[in-house]
Each structure stands twice: as structure tokens, then as C-alpha cells.
């Protein structure tokens, strides 16, 4: 076996080796979250590429959370809400904002 087969082999068992660590990790990761929204108690499905797609982790405090999607457009929705509702407090009196 030639030098560079040699080096050309280790970094791709070094390369094989990291990406089974990252997904041990992410897989630690996922299995620690639940197995429900933590609004509404909708089931989450590992195996529902789906699901694993649609459903986001949320971080609170250092402690993930699982929101599925209605959920995830009410919460979008309250956001919207409250930044808009901050940004009519902040106008000073006399000033109007014309959307175009």
C-alpha cells in the first residue's frame, strides 16, 4: 500500500469517525427533548421524517422545548403582535407612519 493511499484512508476513517460523533450527539439531543409539544401535548413521531422536518426546538432558559406547527404559527403570530405593539409606543405624538 502506497504513502498517500495510507494518508489518503486516515483522514477518510478520521472523517467517517467525526460525522458518527455528531450524530450520536444529535441523536442524544433529540431523545432528550420528549415526545410531545409542550403546548398543546401533540405527539412527537422520531421515525415521521415529517415531523422531524416541521417541528422546531424552542430554548428557554437552557431547557429545549418541542413546538409543533400550529403551535409554531400562534407563537409567530404573538411575536408579531407584540413587536407591533411596541413599535406603536414608540412613536412620538404627531408623527404617522404611512405603509406603502
Not at 450520536?24 to 398543546?40: E, F, H, I
Request: hydrophobic share 30%; proline share 4%.
Amino acid at each position: 500500500m502506497s504513502v498517500s493511499r495510507k494518508l489518503r484512508r486516515g483522514i477518510e476513517n478520521k472523517r467517517k469517525k467525526n460525522i458518527k460523533k455528531s450524530l450520536k450527539t444529535v441523536s442524544k439531543r433529540l431523545n432528550s427533548l420528549g415526545g410531545q409539544c409542550v403546548n398543546c401535548k401533540d405527539s412527537f413521531d422520531r421515525l415521521n421524517p415529517e415531523h422531524l422536518s416541521l417541528w422546531k426546538v424552542y430554548v428557554n432558559d437552557s431547557q429545549p422545548s418541542l413546538i409543533c406547527p400550529v403551535c409554531q404559527t400562534e407563537v409567530e403570530a404573538m411575536k408579531k403582535e407584540i413587536k407591533e405593539a411596541e413599535a406603536v409606543e414608540e412613536e412620538p405624538e404627531g408623527c404617522f407612519i404611512i405603509n406603502v
